[in-house]
DNA sequence: GTACTATACTGCATCATGCAGTAGAGTCAA
DNA sequence: TTGACTCTACTGCATGATGCAGTATAGTAC
């Protein structure tokens, strides 16, 4: 029997859905528009849609070039009953991994400069995809989307990572803020600023638009 | 040899820094605190200290309670030291998974109620860990922190979570307002409203302050 | 013609997860 | 005091997923 469908599985389906590919192309549109969705390796990739052939929501077409084969997966009628299902279900909650905010969290074995890199490469990291984002939503204005009639769910999407983007690079502000005035990393415990913040985060309000910085 | 360390073994390390833990204890530390900045799964973390002892940077003490042993990891000297080694390298890029985010990108292929539903499970799972962050974060104003010295590191900390979590809230709001305008997931295409937050997008203005629903 | 990049993958070791299974310790109630 | 239930304390195994190296042809620019 073939191994089961998983979340990836279903992510493949849905480019298939859009229209046929290659093995090669699926790992490079993957790689461009899920990247901040449901990021996957090319190996995965690659994967993939051998498993939804063995399931029967995919067909696979073998194709030469020259001397070299390639193989064009199509979907199946059984395919698209196959991916609707999958929309009707609950999706799982959201996970974000970032590795300089471990570096925040164990701050107390490194130097204050330490943990400052950290959340400028994060914020660096930030605003480059932030450029990224816009650059190829602002090509949709000039007919840029490969699939125009896409173009409101691209779109919608990428507001979502635009906002995600922007609050990393101004919350690394605010955190920095904070940490200039530390005058080490380690044992600082409840100073007056984070009790301020923690009163503000009781009390249910914004910390970003009015960052602690007095009057 | 010892398989190589990773990010993971780091995070378990900067556990350990802060005082010895049961393996047990470990699982249970590492899922409540670093659930929001490096998930990962109880099996793992069982698996993690004992590379860390392969590697000499801890150090395992067999216990017994009562007919049962248990075993206490410590972290040593030179574990300490890779720790401070690694707090001064370069962080990977965060990195967000969301499933629901996958639905919108292929909502075509389901009804508006689906995405919507998909929206709204996103933002009820945000909302549930939003208040999660709150709470333990309101205990620590009453001496509720079990390492009161390190209060600095995880307010600072949750204020990124509380922000995240905020964020994901008020975009589905967003979202949803889009939607609602939408007769069908299918074909819509450029829409004059899609077309308007495409140039906000190129004026790099923000779209969650204002949005588009007119005067 | 040659250097370089893009296309088009596969194999393998290892990292990581999920699930089932094992079993003793502590707690509470009938 | 016995039984039910939860918490503590793990391990084994199948499978999912990644990273890296390797192979090799096609196209393009100089």
Redesign the pocket.
Same mark, same amino acid.
């Given at each position: 029997m073939p =191994? #089961?469908l /998983?979340? =990836?599985s279903y992510a493949v389906l849905g480019l298939l859905a859009v229209r046929p590919w /290659? +093995? !090669?192309?699926l790992t $490079?549109q993957a790689t461009r528009s899920l990247r901040f969705a449901w990021?996957? =390796?090319e #190996?995965?990739l !690659?994967?993939e849609p051998k498993k939804l052939v063995a399931h029967g929501l995919a067909s696979a077409l073998q194709e030469s070039? +020259? $001397? #070299?084969? #390639? /193989?064009v997966y199509t979907i199946t009628d059984e395919g698209r009953t196959a991916l609707t299902a999958w929309m009707a279900t609950v999706p799982q909650p959201p996970v974000l991994e970032a590795e300089a905010l471990l570096r925040l969290l164990f701050a107390e074995n490194g130097s204050v400069n330490n943990l400052t890199a950290a959340l400028d490469q994060m914020a660096a990291d930030a605003a480059e995809m932030y450029e990224q984002v816009v650059t190829i939503n602002a090509g949709y204005l000039d007919g840029q989307h490969p699939f125009p009639q896409r173009t409101h769910l691209s779109v919608l999407f990428a507001t979502f990572q635009l906002e995600l983007f922007d609050l990393i690079v101004r919350w690394v502000d605010f955190a920095k803020a904070e940490i200039d005035t530390w005058p080490t990393t380690e044992g600082l415990g409840m100073t007056d600023r984070t009790e301020a913040i923690l009163n503000k985060i009781k009390q249910q309000r914004s910390l970003l638009e009015s960052p602690p910085t007095g009057p």
């Open positions: =191994s #089961r /998983t979340t =990836s /290659t +093995g !090669y192309e $490079q990021p996957k =390796s #190996r995965l !690659y994967a070039v +020259g $001397q #070299r084969n #390639r /193989t």
